[in-house]
């Protein structure tokens, strides 16, 4: 046997107890004269409290938690160690072994039905947004028991026939009118495209922690674990219209992403065509600096030979430009004694032409 967890418990004197009981069960015999019948009538009492003590046996299992009443009145914080405990059985204690780990589920505006079929609930449903527009907004809330005095004992709820939720436990009316005053409060300080497109987890996020700080402060027990918004939609009589809007606005992204993904491709090409223009114009700088370099280091160079031996110099220049010109060029050769004229070709080779009148 496991005490209860949490607060500690008065310890009971099992040995007292069964004295005492022993003693009555004497008083009972002895009234009864001692004989047979006393016996019998002590020993049927005695089954019959053995049976009920019996009864206040019960188990903690894997994430469940038990929570303890003396005479109504809440005893300590839940007991949440796993095995086999006992507490007074009933008329005089009480126990709830509830499992508090187990995700539980609450639908706003619409409920499902058997067979994957749901139902709409328009009331919880429409809400207003910040600019004006209404809006059909359906939601789920998923939830678990953090503390399980909390959540049996401090809000008396009426309980909530659509979903089967029995009056005393927050998460009949409570919980309800909790999430849908939180959606409603975020819903009405947004404009419609951040519900029905732009920032949906936006909204959720902070739906929660709406909703959370609610039930916190009713002393609710509930954990809320996660908001979803499901179905987000226009009223159906401007459905089409908004549906036409939400098209054109995807038109419009695919548009933008379009010349975003153009903009990544084309830029960094043309930065890399430039990069090779300006690499190519900087060799050719290099270059032709170079070459002036040469060419004006050269000039230098025969222009400090010439000045100290001219005629040498303005010869060997002379010879050194027929050396340029005459191999590109044809020349004649003339003899006043010849009768012919030599022709020296480009190649080198010698043509004779004769000269004088014709034949």
Known sequence: MYPPGGQRQPEINFDQIIGRFADGLNKISQRFGGGGIGIIIVGVIAIIVAIWMGSGVYT????????????????????????????????????????????????????????????????????????????????????????????????????????????GRPDGRTLKDAAEASIRLVVGQRSIDDVLVRNREEVEGKTKIILQEILDNYSSGINVEAVQLQDVKAPEEVRDAFDDVLRARQERDTRINQARAYEADIIPRAEGDAERIKEGAEAFRQARIARAKGEADRFNAVLEEYLKSTDVTRQRLYLEAMEEILPGITKIIVSPDAESVLVLGNDGGMIPVPIGPSP
């Open 60 to 167: 903690v299992g894997p994430g469940q938690n038990a929570a303890l009443r003396l005479f109504g009145a809440v005893q300590g914080a839940p007991v949440t160690q796993e095995g086999l405990h006992w507490w007074w059985p009933t008329p005089i204690g009480k126990k709830d072994v509830i499992l508090v780990t187990e995700t539980r589920r609450m639908e706003l505006g619409f409920r499902s039905n058997v067979g994957g079929a749901s139902s709409a609930f328009p009331n919880e449903a429409l809400m207003i947004s910040g600019d004006l527009n209404i809006v059909d907004v359906q939601m789920v809330v998923q939830y678990t028991i953090k503390n399980l005095n909390d959540f049996l004992f401090k809000v008396d709820d009426p309980g909530e026939e659509t979903r089967n939720i029995e009056p």
